[in-house]
């Protein structure tokens, strides 16, 4: 049973360590190991990064437009008890906003778009920092 919170992401093997994600609306996109692909460490990166962006997108631009907008995600690759995860993750915006009345105001806008966003908004960060299990099962 599903309801209108759930989510979901069907995946395809297209061939070796290639594969395409299809989420609920139709849209793609092929990710895996390899040459000229997003491998899912990165995708997880991405994914925090653009989620809290989202919210740091929409507090400031309400104000003006940004000249620049460029998030860069990092994390350390780790083996903890004979496993990896990703330590370190650390996301960093660099932004610029006009001179003048409304850029001031965009700037003054980005630490409570930040901290809503860490404290509540951002469901992908949020749910690493928690520690949600996963449940891995076959069909």
């Known amino acids: 049973m599903t ?3 759930s989510r979901k992401v069907t995946m395809t093997r297209e061939s070796e360590g290639v594969y395409v994600a299809t989420n609920s609306a139709g849209v793609t996109m092929t990710f895996g190991q390899g040459e000229g692909l997003m ?5 997880l990166l991405a994914a925090i990064a653009g989620c809290s962006s989202i919210d740091l997108d929409a507090m400031t631009s309400r ?6 907008f460029d ?20 996301i960093e915006w660099d932004l610029l906003f006009p001179e003048g009345e409304d ?3 965009a700037r003054a806008r980005i630490g409570a ?3 809503s966003a860490q404290e509540k908004t951002c469901t992908v960060s949020r749910t690493v920092e928690a520690g949600t299990p996963v449940e891995f099962r076959q069909a």
């Open 3 to 5: 309801n209108e919170n």
């Open 113 to 115: 778009a930040l901290k």
């Open 39 to 43: 491998s899912p460490v990165e995708l």
């Open 63 to 68: 104000r003006v437009q940004p000249e620049r």
């Open 71 to 90: 998030v860069t995600a990092t994390a350390d690759k780790a083996v903890v008890d004979g496993g990896s995860l990703l330590e370190n993750i650390a």
């Open 103 to 105: 850029g001031d105001k």
